[in-house]
């Protein structure tokens, strides 16, 4: 079974610019969730999708917003980039109602904003 | 917010010797979920904590689930080098999609 791939691994972007990123979720897993990792620190909760809708979100403003298709698959887009969305961007998926369970993570993408 | 505390924040450890890490919280939890991040790479789960008090093991790896549901303990026995990595403990928030709150990571160093 093929894990959580995403899309790119790298980017640079420059500020006020907008991003997408994309991420496949595990084969069998219909949630998906995205944190933010910076440099140093912990994952941070971003949002999470089940059945096409956003269905728990943590302190992100607005311009931070994503998508899930009926393939599970989803992403997130970034508008209005500021210096501080540098970071690790990792995307996870679970089965439904297994988010207790723990999460198959991707190995992210790492966005740089100059 | 949530906030959970995670020390030491790194540790330097000789090959064999016994390992021990700890999260707290101020909010209370009722899953305890532990995972490792190597670099390059996204966190893997290596334990999960469903009850106060519970203790589980995975390999090498005992992790315990705190009488209060505020706090976790992870220990790892007789290290060897591929359990250098960032440990990570997190507490999921039951009401919010089951969103996760993660430490900012212990750091294990392991020496030949």
């Known amino acids: 079974e093929t894990g959580v791939t995403q899309s790119p691994t790298h980017l640079i972007k420059t500020r006020g610019q907008q991003v997408t990123l994309r991420c496949s979720s595990q084969?069998?897993?219909?949630?998906v969730s995205w944190y933010q990792q910076a440099l140093g620190q912990g994952p941070q909760f971003i949002f999470q999708?089940?059945?096409?809708?956003?269905?728990g979100r943590g302190n992100f403003p607005p311009r931070f917003s994503g998508l899930q298709f009926p393939n599970y698959s989803s992403e997130l887009n970034v508008n209005a980039l500021e210096l501080d969305d540098s970071a690790l961007y990792l995307c996870?998926?679970?089965?439904?109602?297994?988010?207790?369970?723990?999460?198959?993570f991707g190995s992210g993408t790492r966005l740089t904003v100059v | 917010g949530q906030q959970l505390n995670q020390s030491p924040q790194s540790m330097f450890i000789q090959e064999g010797e016994d390992v021990s890490m700890n999260c707290t919280s101020s909010?209370?939890?009722?899953?305890w979920l532990w995972y490792k991040q190597d670099p390059g790479e996204g966190p893997v789960l290596l334990i999960a904590?469903?009850?106060?008090?519970e203790l589980t093991s995975n390999g090498r790896l005992t992790a315990q689930f705190g009488i209060t549901r505020k706090d976790s303990f992870l220990n790892i026995s007789a290290s060897i080098p591929s359990d250098v990595g960032i440990y990570f403990c997190?507490?999921?928030?039951?009401?919010?999609?089951?969103?996760?709150?993660f430490g900012d990571g212990t750091t294990l160093t392991v020496k030949p």
């Open positions: 996870a998926s679970s089965p439904q109602g297994a988010t207790l369970r723990g999460y198959t």
């Open positions: 084969s069998g897993h219909n949630t």
């Open positions: 999708y089940y059945r096409e809708e956003e269905n």
């Open positions: 909010s209370i939890f009722n899953t």
């Open positions: 904590l469903y009850k106060a008090g």
């Open positions: 997190a507490g999921v928030d039951n009401t919010n999609a089951g969103k996760s709150t």
